[in-house]
């Protein structure tokens, strides 16, 4: 079984390409989610996710994403 996970948010910064010893590609960036749930005093709460990616998605999302300013 395989489980999906959809996160809507925005980009904290451009995603940062690595390669692994084997030549592997390696993505990682941080997206900002807001929580549906408000704060003690009513505020909106952000989640901040860390996101890794391998292989060709990790070369896409590089090549694609970049945060605006």
Known sequence: MVNN?????RLTRDPELRKTTSGMSVASFTI???DSRKG???EKVTIFMPVSLFGK???TV???FEKEI
């Open 62 to 64: 590089v090549n694609l």
């Open 40 to 42: 003690p005093n009513g």
């Open 32 to 34: 900002a989610v807001d």
């Open 5 to 9: 996970v959809v996160l809507v948010g």
């Open 57 to 59: 998605g990790a070369d």
